[in-house]
């Protein structure tokens, strides 16, 4: 072998070593409050349930379902319809409370038509998947959708549009990123100089804390788990509430009502969508086999029975 053909092959030798050293390994940087995901987690899948684009509001196969929710949402949640809950409903478990979701199918959903307790158990799973040791998180996503028992009639029989979709801010314009944005012509907000400005009746940077929400499941369990006392971190309380805030955290809409820690908070929200959206799937997460591992977590975070 002359020198040429040696240096070829050194340099051949070199590329595939760097190749592989390439696939296999990610450099990860991070803050040290940063929590990394870890190998092999969760993997978001190109497709929904139905082999369709995620969030995608106009191929859906549950076009016309999802489309008449946000009609009659965007028409009906005014300022003045507002419900912030008495908790004086029932005294139950979490547990109790999911199990009331074993047939509620979410209509205002067009990536899923399972019952929304597998939706809670694979939002969960999924994040446990990239987070096995912030058990907190597991939890959060347990529980985000949980306020969707609004819906039974222990808790009033509420119509879905009151209780399900994405969330916007009353007291102000309606920004025009809202999905399904035309049908707010026909809310009484719509035309009212009190409500229809950009800022309406807030005021820039107020913070979120300081704006009213559409009523629905999000700002009933934030109540909920507020209200009971529950261990988990404040992190959870700001992601339960505003989780379905996409005109904020998706579209970008509504930033100059935020404050520096609402922006803060934000990133949680963002960091937790991946698993709320992505992790819906028909493949049934078997519920006997998790539940011992979220009874657990429920137990150290909450107390045994709640007022709803």
Known sequence: MDAKTSIRVIIIRMLIIFLFLSSSYTMVVAKPNDVVPRANGFAVPKSNAFGQSFRDYEASVRLSIVENTYR???INQTYDFLKYAKLNKAEMSIWEAIELLDSFVDESDPDLDEPQIQHLLQSAEAIRKDYPNEDWLHLTALIHDLGKVLFHSKFGSLPQWAVVGDTQPVGC??????????????????NNPAYNTKLGIYSEGCGLENVLMSWGHDDYMYLVAKANGTALPSATLFTIRYHSFYPLHKKGAYQYLMNEEDRENMKWVQKFNKYDLYSKSSVRIDVEKVKPYYESLIKKYFPEKLRW
């Open 72 to 74: 009659l949402n965007h």
């Open 173 to 190: 314009a309606f920004d025009e990123l809202i999905v399904y944005h035309k049908y707010f012509k026909e809310n009484p907000d719509y």
